[in-house]
């Protein structure tokens, strides 16, 4: 998961700050916090064959609550695997509506944290663990909402299906098998993305709703050389032509682009931001053909991604001994691709830019696929919008269009509309996802279920 809070992150002035609180007042947010704590013990880092452990531990927790024994399966796949739980509706012919997670977690050094990150600790309000907040918390508040349902007997209109995956931090093996078992599904709800910023005091300031994502793309640039001996060289030099070809690239700027999810963030992003910046986010967004606004927008890291295709040269290495000739150069450039433009495209951009022959440009595969932008559907805006004015009246839902990569790629690539709809709301300064002492704080577990039991009831 990767949250795109900086758009969020507005200033909220409001004197007296919420008090931190370390145990949830709810038994469904008690029950999501165990379910969180036991979950970050069971280390499920690519290769320590812990999500098998972890999904037959959710298992057993969903049918103590009622599920049907035969409708809870872990599909294994090598040592890790993902986990379905059908939740039956009353139209069993419907497609079903998928609710999405991932059980596995970045790999995390004890040695350079400052709590063990596979024992949970609650501390100040906040829990402190691997996978506490990506993406063990949602994981966690699905299930404890999805259980409680159970217990109360609801019946969904349509089937739910929740997918948990083994693998989205890494080669998304597991994500590709799931999309593809459930390809009859007609929206997809993952935990995994979205999600609720929080003020400094504490109080919610804007929800993001994630329905778009940038597409990756590594494309490797490779030039070699009969090389020779460097007291006599030629006029051409293996190392000088690769970096005058990076150079260019580097240099160059995609041209601006927009959908409705990226005009409605910048529409909804400007209002917080004072000055030139905001000015020019509130123009590009009414006209993307205001390059002006582009060129200022482009001009600040957090946004230039938002408005364009990025490629940056991210490696690059050549040579073998300080007094030869290069026999050989490579570099990596890395592009987050708008989503909708063709990763041949680039590709075409990159080999003109580059002009010349003796260079090779070629895509390297890393598992990542092209997938559109999910058209904001109304029926998910609204409940979505119902369930933000449920956790603080008047809060404002921005669409948002992520700089990275979720789970939620594999099913937008076979056409299913895919939204980030996750129940954590935190402040932006307190996300250490993939880093150091990630942390999800204990007062987000009550209104999680309350969110997810809203977005379940509106759209299952
Ligand atoms: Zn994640």
Redo the contacts with the bound molecule.
């Keep these: 998961?990767?949250i795109m809070f900086a758009a969020l992150a507005a200033s909220a002035l409001i004197p007296t700050a919420l008090p931190a609180q370390d145990a949830p007042g709810t038994p469904a947010g008690a029950e999501a916090l165990a379910l969180l704590t036991k979950g970050i013990a069971f280390r499920t880092v690519e290769g320590q064959g812990q999500v098998p452990a972890y999904a037959a531990y959710l298992k057993q927790q969903l049918v103590s609550a009622g599920f049907a024994d035969a409708d809870v399966s872990f599909v294994a796949m090598g040592d890790t695997g993902y986990l379905t739980a059908r939740y039956p509706g009353r139209d069993r012919k419907a497609r079903p509506t998928v609710v999405l997670g991932?059980m596995d977690v970045v790999q995390a050094d004890p040695k350079d944290w400052t709590r063990d990150p596979f024992t949970p600790v609650i501390e100040g309000g906040y829990v402190f663990g691997r996978g506490s907040l990506?993406?063990k918390a949602?994981v966690s508040m699905v299930v404890a909402t999805l259980m409680k349902l159970k217990r109360e007997k609801w019946v969904p209109q349509r089937d739910l299906v929740l997918v948990l995956t083994g693998d989205?931090?890494t080669t998304m093996k597991t994500t590709k098998a799931a999309a593809a078992a459930f390809k009859g599904a007609g929206l997809v709800l993952n935990a995994?993305?979205g999600g609720g910023a929080l003020g400094e005091d504490g109080r919610p300031i804007a929800y993001g709703l994630q329905a778009a994502e940038k597409v990756y793309g590594d494309w490797h640039l490779t030039i070699t050389d009969p090389g020779g001996h460097s007291s006599r060289p030629g006029p051409r030099n293996a190392i000088a032509s690769l970096a005058a070809a990076i150079t260019r690239i580097a240099a160059y700027r995609f041209a601006p682009q927009q959908n409705e999810i990226t005009k409605a963030s910048l529409a909804g992003t400007a209002a917080g931001i004072a000055g030139p910046l905001g000015a020019a986010m509130k123009a590009f967004a009414a006209d993307p053909g205001d390059t002006a606004a582009a060129d200022l927008i482009s001009a600040d890291p957090r946004y230039v991604g938002q408005i364009r295709t990025t490629c940056v040269p991210t490696m690059f290495n050549g040579g073998h001994a300080p007094n030869a000739l290069p026999q050989r150069a490579m570099a990596n450039v890395n592009c987050r691709i708008f989503p909708g433009t063709p990763r041949a495209a680039i590709e075409k951009t990159l080999v003109e830019l580059v002009a010349d022959p003796t260079i090779t440009v070629e895509l390297f595969d890393n598992g990542t696929i092209e997938a559109g932008a999910s058209p904001l559907d109304p029926r998910v805006m609204t409940a979505v919008k119902a369930a933000a004015a449920k956790r603080a009246p008047g809060l404002q839902v921005l669409p948002l269009q992520e700089p990275g990569a979720?789970?939620s790629m594999h099913f937008r690539a076979l056409g299913i509309p895919s939204f980030g709809v996750g129940g954590v709301f935190m402040k932006p300064g307190d996300i250490f996802?993939h880093g150091l002492n990630e942390r999800v704080p204990v007062a987000t577990f009550d209104p999680g279920i309350v969110w997810w039991e809203g977005l379940l009831k509106a759209l299952g």
Excluded: S
Aim: aromatic share 0%.
């Design positions: 998961m990767r991932h990506d993406n949602g989205e931090e995994d993305a979720t789970d996802a």
